[in-house]
Nanobody, 116 residues
């Protein structure tokens, strides 16, 4: 079965960096686009970044452009989110997502807290 497991969330000071990982299993990872979402307390879940199956195409929400980088390693079946210059407003639970056979799959999420 499709499984997505996020890791790497932590408490970090403003201006700091984190790298999130999402390990996938149960499907042919290299055939599917992947995405990172986040959900802050009291807010709706929002799309942060997407990456094509090959990794050749990426997109970002305006608020993270120039600070976050999405990448993938198809051999390791893992997608990453490198987050630099973190701001308090980046505080959220971060989720990875894929759509496999018309069904959306989500990981359990990893908490990122940006605070001094």
């Amino acid at each position: 079965q499709v499984q997505l497991v996020e890791s790497g969330g932590d408490l970090v000071q403003p201006g700091g960096s984190l790298r999130l990982s999402c390990a996938a299993s149960g499907f042919t990872f290299s055939n599917y686009a992947m995405a990172w979402y986040r959900q802050a307390p009291g807010k709706e879940r929002e799309l942060v970044a997407t990456i094509s199956s090959s990794g050749g195409s990426t997109n970002y929400v305006d608020s993270v452009k120039g600070r976050f980088t999405i990448s993938r390693d198809n051999a390791k079946m893992t997608v990453y989110l490198q987050m630099n210059s973190l701001k308090p407003e980046d505080t959220a639970v971060y989720y990875c997502k894929t759509v496999h056979r018309a069904r959306a799959y989500w990981g359990q999420g990893t908490q990122v807290t940006v605070s001094s």
